[in-house]
């Protein structure tokens, strides 16, 4: 099992453009959820979903939207990035509300 | 809104136990309490997670009095491989409904 896998790892975006950042898991979880984590701080829930064709905002949404069309899958889109977007971002995925596997993170710079 | 609270850093030396404490004054009676490693430019690692009283595995114990508004996470006998961040999450995601609080992290540095 390759577990969470997140792509791509580092990424240099000028303001006002858009990006995707792609997130898959192979262990059938239904939970999946987006974080930041911005420069020695703690994680920000972004968005989370409980499962295929469910999403629902977390504690900082704003300029970020996201879809699951399949359980493995949980993009999230950035429409116009800007520099208090500068962070590094992870994915995790989990079978219940609990325990939380993450990936090995995106570092995103907007310049 | 549950809010965690966490020191800053701890020191500690090999060989010696270390207790990390954790404030959530405003818990709710269906959350639970995880907590999470995290070492530089990896994603945080679960260790532990309880409801209250005492959990332990093979790495960790976890403390939570009857009123549930702290927690205490023990790692005994450190090494210098135990030098990252533990952070204190509080809650759960039941169905849409989510409540997961991350505390700031407690940055543990283990001296030889």
């Known amino acids: 099992n390759a577990g969470v896998t997140q792509t791509p790892k580092f990424r240099i975006l000028k303001i006002g453009q858009s990006m995707t950042l792609q997130c898959t898991q192979d262990?059938?979880?239904?939970?999946m959820y987006w974080y930041r984590q911005d420069p020695g701080m703690g994680l920000k829930l972004i968005y989370y979903?409980?499962?295929?064709?469910?999403?629902d905002k977390g504690e900082v949404p704003n300029g970020y939207n996201v879809s699951r069309s399949t359980t493995e899958d949980f993009p999230l889109r950035l429409e116009l990035a800007a520099p208090s977007q500068t962070s590094v971002y992870f994915c995790?995925?989990?079978?219940?509300?609990?325990?939380?596997?993450f990936g090995p993170g995106t570092r995103l710079t907007v310049l | 809104l549950a809010k965690t609270t966490q020191p800053i850093s701890m020191d500690s030396y090999e060989g010696q136990e270390v207790n990390i404490t954790c404030s959530h004054n405003?818990?709710?009676?269906?959350?639970?309490i995880t907590w999470y490693q995290q070492f530089p430019s990896q994603g945080p690692r679960f260790i532990i997670q309880?409801?209250?009283?005492?959990v332990t595995n093979e790495v960790a114990s976890l403390f939570i009095p009857a009123d549930r508004k702290s927690s205490t996470l023990s790692l005994p006998r450190v090494s210098l491989s135990d030098t990252a961040v533990y952070y204190c999450?509080?809650?759960?995601?039941?169905?849409?409904?989510?409540?997961?609080?991350w505390g700031a992290g407690t940055k543990l540095i283990i001296k030889p």
């Open positions: 995790a995925s989990s079978f219940t509300s609990n325990e939380q596997f």
């Open positions: 262990m059938n979880h239904n939970y």
């Open positions: 979903s409980v499962g295929a064709g469910i999403t």
């Open positions: 405003n818990i709710a009676t269906n959350d639970y």
């Open positions: 309880g409801y209250k009283t005492k």
């Open positions: 999450l509080v809650g759960g995601v039941m169905d849409s409904n989510y409540q997961l609080i």
